[in-house]
């Protein structure tokens, strides 16, 4: 068969393959894992909002509720975009005559990521803004969970399109300036709905880890760990069909990929693992209302833990597609270039002591007392 990939690769890659992979894995889980929270905490937001304004005895809960997710989604999408960035750089790094050619294809909507973004960051200070002040603005809040969730089609359309050099030559024949998207791939949906219900999931343990914060009353806390109980509990079981969905629509040889490497077939078991912890301690909130502190680092621990197991199955699908056609990311040719490499060591090793330096400030601020949720 004829290599469908461009034959240009300028450098040999600076370190090992496994180690880009590490380091890609790792910051990808934390980019899902934020990205999860904005999709979530919009989603049950808005609707939080939406309730709070038809009144009745619970809108006041349910506008504490939106006002105090929706005081942390800028925040949320600061680690969007910086957790999104190192994976970002290391997939060009890793998959580029793969990923430039299909970023390229769709060059149109891939750049215009940009535009929605700035739109639906400013969106989310205008949802905190306008509960802030009485409204119930879950307009622009839902206007802001449709620009992220087209974000979130257009990563999906470009990483299913450079699993497809076979689609590549005719759409690039058809339209040379980017502004269409690719055929029909079966893939795209399951994957897309698959990334917007891990919304779900990672929203409800998120409200169980509010659940354990004492800004928030007693009673807010309890309410917290019953709403979030309940989404988190939904979220896995609706993942759990929809990830089988993903595998199901994959080639035979990638399926069987999958079960026979032990690395992807092991990261299977952990996430369906941690997808079962999530549904059963969605379901034990729910039903017991607690307001200490565990349940939320078990959440976080769930959320984690899921996410990078999640992350290794994916990178597994893309590895076994990819190499069907001709492209082994893990032949790729390496020249260790030991004083990059030192360099990088240096400013990751001052990043992770900045990092630790603020969060020992932030552990030292007197706690704010919230409203109550
Ligand atoms: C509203 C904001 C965003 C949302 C909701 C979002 C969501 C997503 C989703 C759902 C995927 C998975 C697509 C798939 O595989 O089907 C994804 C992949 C990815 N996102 Fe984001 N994203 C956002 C912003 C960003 C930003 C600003 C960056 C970087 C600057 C970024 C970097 C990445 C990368 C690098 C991948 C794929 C990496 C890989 O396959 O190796 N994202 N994102």
């Not at 019953?226 to 993942?239: D, E, K, P, S, V």
């Not at 002591?353 to 400030?361: D, E, T």
């Amino acid at each position: 068969m004829m290599n469908m990939f461009p034959a240009v690769d300028p450098i040999p890659l600076p370190a090992p393959v496994w180690f880009f992979k590490a380091l890609h894995d790792l910051t990808l889980s934390l980019h899902f894992l934020a990205a999860q929270m904005l999709l979530g905490g919009l989603a049950i937001g808005v609707w939080a909002a939406w309730r709070s304004g038809r009144g009745g005895p619970a809108a006041g809960e349910r506008r504490n509720l939106a006002a105090a997710l929706a005081r942390r989604l800028p925040i949320v999408m600061t680690y969007v975009i910086n957790f999104g960035v190192p994976p970002l750089l290391f997939a060009q790094v890793l998959y580029g005559r793969a990923f430039y050619t299909s970023s390229v294809l769709i060059g149109g909507y891939w750049i215009s990521v940009i535009g929605l973004l700035m739109l639906c960051y400013w969106l989310l200070y205008r949802f905190s803004a306008g509960l802030e002040q009485g409204r119930a603005a879950w307009g622009t809040g839902l206007l802001s969970l449709l620009t992220a969730a087209a974000v979130a089609r257009i990563y999906s359309t470009n990483m299913t399109l450079m699993l497809r050099p076979e689609a590549w030559p005719a759409m690039y024949a058809a339209d040379p300036a980017g502004l269409s998207l690719p055929p029909h791939d079966p893939s795209l949906l399951p994957r897309w709905l698959f990334m917007m219900t891990g919304g779900l999931t990672v929203g409800g343990l998120w409200l169980l880890w509010l659940s354990g914060r004492s800004s928030f009353a007693e009673a807010s806390r309890a309410a917290l760990a019953r709403r979030g109980g309940i989404l988190a509990a939904a979220g896995a079981l609706a993942q759990a069909g929809l990830g089988v969905w993903v595998v199901q629509v994959q080639p035979a040889a990638v399926r069987e990929g999958l079960g026979e490497r032990l690395p992807y077939a092991g990261a299977g078991v952990v996430w369906l693992l941690a997808l079962g912890g999530a549904a059963a301690l969605g379901a034990w909130c729910y039903a017991r209302r607690p307001v200490s502190r565990a349940p939320g680092w078990a959440a976080a621990a769930l959320a984690f833990a899921g996410s990078l197991s999640m992350v290794v199955v994916r990178d597994g699908i893309r590895d076994l597609t990819l190499a069907g056609k001709g492209f082994d990311v893990w032949a790729r040719e390496t020249a260790i270039n030991w004083s990059v490499l030192a360099v990088f060591f240096i400013a990751f090793a001052t990043g992770l002591a900045l990092l630790g330096w603020l969060i020992s400030v932030m552990r030292r601020a007197a706690p704010v007392k919230e409203e109550a949720a």
